[in-house]
């Protein structure tokens, strides 16, 4: 039976390399509304086989309209991790599942800072196949030293809280430091290791905001794209892929220490002449409010955007078939490619006027 499927955030940075690559991952038959905010977006996503959706994704009402009038019974929501009007869409889809027999799932993208120090998420190893996730994220907003973080917890347990009650399958979807040039229409840089280039431009030097050598999971974009399919594989062909409370995925082949990725940087920076020293070191106050100005951010939030320790394990996505291409030392690899891809973004910007402050969407 075909399915129909609800993809948000297709102009982003990962909504579009999925979309790129779902075109070619020979799925059981499916067809892909995804929304839209343009007209130019409208025909951008209809060379990928997608129909294109124009709502207000704020209008809940709108929202559930649609899945219910489209039959829509699988959602992909790549669009904001802190969206708390999710019941309303878990709600349209079990009425879906009323009027069609059908299973229903939706899928929540919300970030591995979710998971991290940040967020008052355990600081020793744990894995996305834990069964205590669950009771971890809900005691998270007590513990979390980041109001946002805490909310964003609140946010993954209100998405699994909602779908078990009605009846519908959750998942939630964890990107970590995700880099690698993007293939969708839009967005084709990351916005975690631009972060990194913005601060360090701002202040010529690469800092560290850390004590210490914390790690964090890593994920070319391609392969973060793949564990999406191989998600979206198993409920197309009905297995059992572990879902609510066993339903978070990470996507990443392995952890690198915040230190390697900055000094990578910091090489790259100074061969281009952006950096007066490729050295790292450690960020005093002043530096913190030289790289928030650059980013755009108060000092004190600066750290949330380029540090912090996130201990969480990829498990769950090989449990359903996913390989990862990259491992995770390709991250250094690749920093020269990548340091290259996020200038040349910075510069179009500027040359072709784009406001400052404005927001990359992941």
């Given at each position: 039976m075909s399915r129909n499927i609800l993809l948000t955030g297709a102009s982003g940075y990962l909504g579009g390399t999925f979309l790129e690559l779902l075109k070619d991952a020979g799925l059981p038959a499916h067809k892909i509304y995804a929304t839209v905010r343009s007209d130019t977006q409208a025909e951008a996503v209809k060379q990928y086989n997608a129909s294109p959706l124009s709502l207000d994704l704020s209008n809940t009402d709108a929202v559930s309209a649609a899945i219910i009038d489209n039959n829509i019974s699988i959602v992909y929501h790549l669009h904001n991790p802190l969206d708390t009007g999710v019941p309303a869409w878990i709600k349209a889809l079990a009425t879906?599942?009323?009027?069609t027999g059908q299973d229903v799932h939706f899928l929540l993208t919300t970030g591995a800072k979710i998971f991290s120090s940040h967020a008052g998420a355990p600081t020793e190893p744990f894995s996305d196949t834990d069964p205590a996730l669950l009771s971890i994220q809900q005691s998270q907003p007590e513990k979390s030293p980041i109001d946002a973080m805490g909310v964003a917890a609140q946010c993954n347990s209100l998405v699994i809280e909602t779908a078990?009650?009605?009846g519908v399958k959750s998942?939630?979807?964890?990107?970590?430091?995700?880099?690698?040039?993007?293939?969708g229409f839009g967005n084709k840089i990351s916005i975690q290791t631009v972060a990194v280039v913005k601060a360090a431009v701002a202040t010529r030097r690469v800092y560290k905001v850390d004590e210490g050598r914390p790690t964090w999971p890593v994920c070319h974009v391609l392969d973060n794209s793949t564990l999406y399919i191989e998600i979206l594989r198993g409920i197309l062909e009905g297995r059992d892929i572990g879902s609510g409370a066993s339903g978070y995925f990470l996507a990443s082949p392995g952890s690198v220490a915040w230190d390697d990725i900055y000094a990578a940087v910091g090489k790259a920076l100074k061969?281009?002449?952006?950096?007066?020293?490729?050295?790292?070191?450690k960020a005093d106050r002043a530096a913190l409010e030289k790289m928030g100005e650059g980013l755009e951010c108060p000092a004190d939030f600066v750290p949330l955007q380029l540090g912090g320790l996130c201990t969480l394990t990829a498990e769950h996505g090989k449990r359903i078939g996913w390989t990862p291409r990259y491992k995770a030392e390709h991250i250094l690899e690749d920093a020269d490619a990548e340091v290259g891809l996020i200038l040349e973004y910075l510069e179009n910007a500027r040359s072709y006027g784009i406001p400052k402050g404005t927001k990359l969407k992941q």
């Open positions: 879906v599942k009323q009027q078990n009650a009605l998942y939630i979807f964890a990107p970590c430091i995700v880099y690698g040039r993007g293939l061969k281009r002449g952006k950096v007066d020293d490729e050295a790292v070191v």
